[in-house]
């Protein structure tokens, strides 16, 4: 070859010249079009790229399946490899088993995620048919979702299990039952049966796709090759002797993971040389003699590790496995070398391997081929020491087979174990010796203190620990060490994730369609990976945009350089504020905002915070954009900044005016006279970033008259579409705007997503070409705004009892650098504060604070999270004073149907009480609190909580949002065409209008198309948000049907209910079969004042956490949901989001830090590992969600059903936090430690350890 030659989905590729730089998703999305294949990082983390890998193991003889992530994999390396993408796997014609349960078991919302777990769980399969629990977990543990909550992803996939047989529905097929625990007469009337995988088609392994026989049957040249590419030449040689003679002055790589990343960061045009060991034979084999295992270089980590576990003794093989099972992602283990682990991390003094601790203390010793051609036996620590990777190359490592006692290993990282590493820990205790080491950064160190110890004493106290190993005193040192005396003392002690238990319970409907958990239509076009997303869309002749980004967050811009990206080929162009023909702000025009918006679209002359777009280069493809964006010099003068958000509160720098919501001063405090204590409190809470799986992304296609096509995934075509006609200085029925769907939003998809249309619409005008505005993660997390960090003082005046008189709360929040949505989540986290509870006199006084870092803007909840938190501390806080159980306080101070807001709306349609009383019964509060305040009274460093929370969110909202459009459709065919103003982005707002409109018609549902949101079809709707959206766009589609049925009813009941022939018989007549209708709740109907909502979501939960007081991690035990959400218009969509909710609730008040840079502003979780999300691990261990059903219908609702998108999150993050401060708070007493701690978010495992330390 002078190419390479594989295989993708069963079609024999050959590729010449491959640029060595060219990703395999690259390769696959833009040159094959198999845009199944998504990108939500390109960092390795997120795992929406996965693909699967299949190689012939000649001595097995047999096909070894494994995922990869094809973002990080550069395509040289799939050189005779079968590669399996998402649509090689099923398709809608041909589903496989793994997408059909998937698909049907609801196991996808957004479904941007989908292809990519598909993936990891095909790879299980193909290598193990039957899979264990554990094998699942791990399978699919790096790959991320925002929107499930992993729930019904697990539920599916252990439904291939023989250990679980999926939830049995109580058939009992696997053992156990989840169901036998909880069944009580509460359960009765409610269904338990979302759906039984008994009822799915056997999974059969042999219908799988065969290995390609023309994989087996190449013979590949016996020559070394070389790739030319744009900047690196690759030299592939085939065996040790062409490696010898080829290697001078090329910089060895083995998968090239690491260096072609690092690179592909580089800027510049250069040239390098490379050459690979990926293709040289002896760098891939094991040799296994009597006393020693070999290990090939190029071999990957995985493969290592299972070589190792296979031939050496059991008590150190079964260690190193499970060890790299811990590995932060089992597709990068899959793929990158130990060699270049080990390499990497030594060349870096802050780099902790996991496979250099390993291989020092296994005692290895590497085969190395010196700068002369020589082979040589080196240990370990030399290579490191001494450097030799500098000159040397690994040819294999050796480990020696004898039985050298046990091994212990242990990583932590920011968040688990299964983490990136920030520190690990190994030792091989044998009888007479000891290997011992630590990793800090760079060369594991050894504590040969330690050992000594370990071989002579028996004694195994953590002070003569300390002593003996010099380990500077700090939480990982006291991990390990803890951990260490315990394996000394017990051994190994395994333990496992082990199974997710779930029950979901809601009541049945005796309707065609409404009410039915019918699976998103959409489910299985996205698990096949066939729906597309914008950046998914083909456009002939388009150009990419790479953005410039200010690196300071206060200063005047002299000048802009961009000569020398201009120079790159394949550059198109720089285009910056002078190029936008209208207004750079067009927030500020739109007359019907609340508040309007000052952010720009390009920076005019100032940058106000690092990560403001200052302009884009324009380019032929996406990597050549982002580098030739890194090339654009920009010279600044700097000016003052206020990137510190006290600072900022000081300076009394706002973003818009003060607002105060509720009673004067006077009253007050009047009030607080009266009380009869006055408690204070001072509240912090963190930001938090929406991180849906698909960045922010505009095509805008440039049409002949000034007319643009702009598809956007935004949350407001209308929105989106009067800024880019705003922007473009033309009107905006010029402007087309569509959204099939959004791979989530969250609340980050209506102003951000704008902005990008606008820069890709400025672009395509002056270019006449078709524009996309794709973001990597890394520049998403850099440019748009997350949800506002607040701080808060609180002052609350109770009585005896505990019940509140009044209340002053002040609320600071971090606006950012610009307005975006700052004025608005402070005027609702005012006029919402009050929440589930009655507080007397309130008043609130919120600050939206102006600062020098990312501009914060919408994300779920909108300001009542925060209030929610705020609210938590005030209830413990009460409850220490006055000596009661929390949930005591709560229930003393609940707000019930028939009170009033403070805001003087009243209390309507409201089932708090009931989901409270529910709750605490269903989840058998009191006698669990019991049990766990014994267990706590015996353990010292592990603690467990348990916490109760409620919500109450009135829906609709009052205002100019309050309404939705649809418009209706009937093709003479009979078919039925939807459309409504809402967007859909995995809340499963289109499958619920279908199932409205199928209702409504009596159609059937097939019968109906949902199309994309358009502004050609639909106009000024309100932005999508707000968990009204099935209210007010599912009256719309029901005044459309009512509309139609109208006229055409008599017609139907003429020809016998014949739809097909009646709507011919219309046409002929000319009865109209189309209209448009706005659906609005007439409020004075039902009793409802204008500014009141008619009804309100409302739900209780019960969350129950294990601390671990050494590490600061956490465990959810059991969570119990309760929610009223009336008569659910798809109970599988309900508990989704629910349960999605919850864990991004979660998420918000434990392992989701946002910080900023002291100096600079910048966010310092720039990168898509550095923000943690939860993972599919971090899922309660037993999940239990009921939909209440209790119809306070007063007819203001759509087939009795209420809004549900945001209001879970609310009592997720109330009810974690408040568990995970019992653990924390009983710590303290037992240590005594009485300083009251309040509200602070996240408790990051960090933040735990500094709350349980003896200072
Ligand atoms: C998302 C992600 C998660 C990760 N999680 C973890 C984790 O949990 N724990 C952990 O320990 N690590 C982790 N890593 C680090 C990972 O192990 C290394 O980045 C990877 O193994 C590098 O291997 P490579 O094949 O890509 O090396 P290459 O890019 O091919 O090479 C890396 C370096 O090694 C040198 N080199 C390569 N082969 C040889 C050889 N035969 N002889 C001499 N020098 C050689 C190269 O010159 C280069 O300097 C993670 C990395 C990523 C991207
Ligand atoms: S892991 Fe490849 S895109 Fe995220
Ligand atoms: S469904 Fe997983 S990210 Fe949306």
Redesign the pocket.
Known sequence: MPGIFFNVNGKDVSEENVDPELTLAYYLRNKLGLRGTKLGCE???CGSCTVVLGTWDDEENKAVYRAV?AC?VPLFHVHQTFVITVEGVGSREKIHPIQDRMARGHALQCGFCSPGFVMSAYALLRNHPDPSIDQINAAIRANLCRCTGYRPILEALYSFSPESGGCCGGNKNGGGCCKDKSSSSEDEGYDDKLLSFNDFPKYDPTQEIIFPPSLRTYVDSEDQSILEGSRIELTLPKNLTQFKQSREGK???????????LTSRHPKEFTQKWI??RYVKE?NEVKVDASSVKIG??L??QKFADTLSCHLPKEVGCKVAKFIQ????PQ??N???????????A?SSI??????ILLNVLDAKLSLLTESGELIEVEIEKFVEQKL?ET????YAKFSKSDRGKLFCL?L?ETSEQ???NFNFAALVGNKSSRIFVGLGGQPKRLTGLESYVNKEKSYNLDDFYRASNLEKNHHSSTALTRFASFLKNGNIEENQGKVNYLQYFKPTTNESAGRPIANYFNERAITGEALYVNDIPAHNAVHLGFVLSTLPNAEVLNVDFSEALKLEGVAGYFGVSDVPGNNIPGLQIANMNFPDDTTIFADKKVEAVGQVIGVIAANDVPLARRAAKLVKVEYKELKSLVDFEEARDAESYLGDVQHYGKDEKTVNESFEKSSKVLEGEVSIGGQEHYYLETQSSLVIPGEGDELVVHCATQGTSFTQLMVAEAMKIPAHKVIVKTKRLGGGFGGKVNNASWIACMCAVVARKLNRPVYGFLSRADDLAITGKRHGVYAKYKVGIDSEGKIEGIHYQAWLNGGWSKDHSEGVTMVMGILVDGVYKMGNLRFDGYPVKTNSNSNTALRGYGNPQSTLVNEGVMRRIAREVNKDVEEVKKLNFALQGDHRFMGGKIHNDALGECWEYCTNWSEFEKRKRKIEEFNRSSELVKRGIAMSSVRFGLPHPGPTGHGIASLLINLDGSVQLSIGGTEMGQGLNQKMLQVCSEALKRPIESITIVDTSTDKITNAPETGGSQNADTNGLAVLACCEKILSRLQPIIDKNDGEWEKSIREAYASYVPLQCTEYGVVERTKFGVQETESPYNTTGSCAVEIEVDILTGYNRVIRVDMVMDVGESLNPAIDIGQIEGAFMQGYGLVTCEKITFNKATGQLEQNTA?KYKIPKASDVPKDFRVKLLGINKANGAQVYSSKGIGEPPLMMSCGAVHSAIMYCVDDWRKHNGIEEFVDTISPLSADKIRELCSKK
Not at 251 to 261: A, D, E, H, Q
Not at 326 to 329: G, Q, R
Not at 351 to 356: G, K, M, Q, R
């Open positions: 960092e390795g983390v992530n990080l910089n060895v790589i083995s998968s090239g993971l690491i260096t072609r990343f690979t060991t760098f270089s190029a990957n980590i811990n590995f932060s992602s990068i283990a793929f990158a070398t130990w060699s270049g682990a080990i390499v990497s991390a060349k780099s902790v391997s996991d496979v250099l990777f040397g190359t690994i040819v990583k990282g983490d990136s590493t590992g």
